[in-house]
């Protein structure tokens, strides 16, 4: 009999998402085959789709569609940077920014269910994707996009696959071009100053403060004067109009000329940018770390505490 080792069961896990425990006896069931063992488990458990729709998806890519002055900007997850580079998982996320900008939905529930067909699964985009899950054995979300139909010019510029950028504008198509490339490089949050989420200039003051009496605390415990009220708050406010100037796009120094910030070269170049819109894969979702050892160890301890 063929010998079932953890990497072995690892595998199987990774594309069933059954327990260990059941993994194993799957393999020695079918005497180490892998895809007869798939097999039983999908028996056994019902289908792989159906638990693979538990996993977090962080990995993914953003795909853009754009027509003239229409277009559209996707993120769809997926569980690991392998499946990014599948031929149907790339049709999908491009099929939905299509229809994005076609079709103009109100949100992912009404995304998924525009009519769409590929590998043989379908009516909607969202039975495609379930069809997918099954097919591939990994799960996979739509978890946000932009449409764009404002009537402006439009200019995008894709890093890969992991980050996308879409830039509405007047004036110069080559000037848009290049604002784009410097928001995937240098992700700005907003267009000026004025414009950066008050939630970010609070927490940012509230670092500069503590900072501040830390920097007071040390300057007491080794008995040297502290800065009055009056400078330690210039300090504070000094800090926060520095990090306005490095988070707003038009105060950035210009990444292809450090002579110039990105509001000078546009002026220069007869341009006037009116909105950008950065997508990133996974930002803002917490990676799940498996420590496959360590849950080996615990199966193994609840199996011989059932015995």
């Excluded at 019902?46 to 996993?55: E, I, V």
């Excluded at 990090?243 to 950035?252: A, H, T, W």
């Amino acid at each position: 009999m063929a010998a079932i080792t953890a990497s072995m069961v690892a595998e199987l896990r990774g594309k069933t998402d059954a327990p260990m425990m059941e993994c194993k006896k799957a393999l020695t069931e079918a005497a180490g085959d892998m895809v007869k063992a798939e097999e039983i488990l999908r028996v056994k458990l019902g289908s792989k789709a159906g638990k693979a729709a538990a996993r977090i998806t962080a990995e993914g890519v953003v795909a853009c569609y754009m027509e003239g002055t229409l277009g559209a900007l996707v993120e769809v997850n997926c569980e690991t940077d392998f499946v990014t580079k599948n031929e149907s998982f790339q049709g999908l996320s491009n099929a939905a920014a299509t229809l994005v900008a076609k079709h103009d939905p109100a949100d992912i529930t009404a995304l998924g269910a525009l009519a769409y067909t590929q590998d043989g699964f379908g009516p909607t985009l969202e039975d495609v994707r379930k069809g997918l899950i099954g097919k591939i054995g990994e799960n996979m979300s739509f978890r946000r996009f932009k449409r764009f139909a404002s009537g402006a010019q439009l200019a995008s510029y894709l890093h890969g696959t992991r980050i996308g950028v879409v830039v509405e504008f007047e004036g110069d198509a080559v000037a848009a071009k290049d604002v784009a490339m410097h928001v995937a490089a240098m992700k700005p949050v907003a267009l000026t100053s004025a414009d950066v989420p008050a939630e970010l200039v609070e927490r940012e003051r509230s670092v500069a403060a503590a900072k501040a009496t830390e920097d007071a605390n040390t300057a007491t415990a080794a008995g040297k004067p502290v800065q009055s009220a009056d400078i330690v708050a210039k300090r504070i406010e000094g800090g926060v109009q520095k990090f306005l100037k490095e988070v707003s796009l038009f105060n950035q120094t210009f990444v292809k000329n450090d002579k110039q910030t990105v509001e000078q070269m546009l002026k220069a170049a007869g341009t006037t940018v009116k909105a950008f819109t950065l997508y990133v894969v996974g930002e803002g979702i917490e990676k799940k770390v498996d420590d496959f050892a360590a849950e080996v160890a615990a199966q193994v301890a609840a199996a011989k505490q059932s015995t």
